[in-house]
């Protein structure tokens, strides 16, 4: 008898411990299943957190999920546009042996013959950019709208969306053009100084505000020239990057002493002798929003502090506008093509003249005199 007591004891055993073990499996299972759901739902409501500002990209993805929906064996049918040029060469001669094409930080230096504008083009148009101009007409400086803007509607950026934005003390003489399709003229009204090199040195002031509240919520890059010149040949995306600048007409091949930098030490815009690496131009650069921003603040700043100690550095804006690139380098140099003077003659280097000054009596046009 106690035998067979012993084997039902030892199989009651063995019931009680297969029944704990199915009721701990299939709890572990509830819970996992519910924890997942949890997990799930809080990985959906933080995307949509993230992703509410890109309603767009959002369409994009629902529409692609109801396709394979409808039919998980379809395929997305992209179509790219033919791309017909020549094979680049991955050994070979350069493209251009006349001129450096690569700085030693490896920001690329944009001369004719180094680039694709076909390939450049379909990049920059799959990515839909608007591309803001700016230039200011302050004073007598206002007669130069009409022919900046013509020649802008015919070569700058071509096939591409652009704001121009001029910023004039006279808004009534801007001229009011018809421009192209995706095109626009934003006329900002700003107040004049009495001195030209006041003027010049507010400019960065002026960008640095309105990159802030305006320029920064319409356009993907902003490119900030001067308003006395003309476009004379293609100018493209190919300039584009985060931050570039454009090598002086008059100091592109001079050696670093030759430099017209600020030299003064007591000055924010002083580049000690033995630094520096190329001389850049005040009338051309720009870049994305974000960095227009950075730069034109730390020179605007740089300019106040020296300002208040009565400093005027010796090129005015340009000379900050140096002395920020000497530690902030560009991602992008533009070479001569992009800001010449023809009473400067022409060099075999030049295949292209793209952006050219307007002959002009300078002391005529910053005159105080309103005629």
């Known amino acids: 008898m106690a035998r067979e007591w012993g084997l039902s004891f030892r199989t009651f055993g063995y019931l009680v411990l297969v029944a704990f073990i199915m009721v701990f499996t299939f709890g572990l299972l509830w819970h996992n299943s519910h924890r997942f759901q949890w997990v799930s739902s809080v990985n959906i409501l933080c995307s949509n957190l993230q992703l509410q500002n890109n309603y767009e990209d959002i369409q994009k993805d629902i529409k692609i999920q109801r396709l394979f929906d409808e039919d998980p064996s379809s395929e997305v049918n992209v179509k790219f546009p033919r791309m017909v040029y020549p094979k680049p060469l991955a050994v070979g001669p350069p493209s251009r042996t006349d001129v450096i094409v690569m700085t030693p930080w490896f920001a690329p230096i944009i001369w004719e013959s180094t680039f694709s504008i076909n390939i450049l083009n379909e990049y920059f148009k799959e990515r839909n950019i608007i591309i803001g101009l700016t230039a200011f007409a302050i004073k007598k400086y206002v007669v130069f709208t009409e022919k900046f803007l013509k020649t802008a509607?015919?070569?700058?950026?071509?096939?591409?969306?652009?704001?121009?934005?001029?910023?004039?003390?006279?808004?009534?003489?801007?001229?009011?053009?018809?421009?192209?399709?995706?095109?626009?003229?934003?006329?900002?009204?700003?107040?004049?100084?009495?001195?030209?090199?006041?003027?010049?040195?507010?400019?960065?002031?002026?960008?640095?505000?309105?990159?802030?509240?305006?320029?920064?919520?319409?356009?993907?890059?902003?490119?900030?020239?001067?308003?006395?010149?003309?476009?004379?040949?293609?100018?493209?995306?190919?300039?584009?990057?985060?931050?570039?600048?454009?090598?002086?007409?008059a100091f592109f091949g001079a050696s670093r002493d030759s430099f017209?930098?600020?030299?003064?030490?007591?000055?924010?815009?002083?580049?000690?002798?033995?630094?520096?690496?190329?001389?850049?131009?005040?009338?051309?650069?720009?870049?994305?929003?974000?960095?227009?921003?950075?730069?034109?603040?730390?020179?605007?700043?740089?300019?106040?502090?020296?300002?208040?100690?009565?400093?005027?550095?010796?090129?005015?804006?340009?000379?900050?506008?140096?002395?920020?690139?000497?530690?902030?380098?560009?991602?992008?140099?533009?070479?001569?093509?992009?800001?010449?003077?023809?009473?400067?003659?022409?060099?075999?280097?030049?295949?292209?003249?793209?952006?050219?000054?307007?002959?002009?009596?300078?002391?005529?046009?910053?005159?105080?005199?309103?005629?």
């Open 153 to 249: 509607e015919e070569y700058f950026m071509v096939g591409h969306k652009v704001n121009y934005y001029i910023f004039t003390d006279r808004p009534k003489d801007v001229p009011n053009l018809p421009l192209k399709e995706g095109r626009k003229l934003h006329i900002i009204e700003v107040r004049n100084y009495a001195q030209w090199q006041e003027v010049s040195m507010r400019r960065m002031e002026m960008i640095n505000n309105y990159t802030k509240t305006k320029f920064i919520k319409e356009a993907d890059y902003l490119v900030c020239v001067d308003i006395d010149m003309q476009f004379s040949d293609h100018v493209g995306v190919e300039i584009l990057s985060d931050v570039f600048g454009t090598l002086h007409p």
């Open 260 to 371: 017209t930098y600020e030299r003064r030490s007591e000055s924010l815009a002083y580049i000690p002798p033995d630094e520096g690496d190329f001389y850049y131009a005040g009338g051309f650069f720009g870049g994305t929003p974000q960095e227009v921003y950075r730069l034109t603040k730390a020179c605007h700043e740089a300019m106040m502090e020296d300002k208040k100690k009565g400093i005027e550095a010796v090129w005015h804006d340009e000379s900050y506008l140096n002395k920020y690139f000497v530690y902030h380098k560009p991602t992008k140099i533009l070479s001569p093509e992009y800001l010449w003077d023809n009473g400067m003659g022409s060099l075999p280097i030049l295949k292209k003249k793209r952006f050219l000054a307007v002959p002009k009596n300078h002391a005529a046009i910053r005159s105080n005199d309103r005629k």
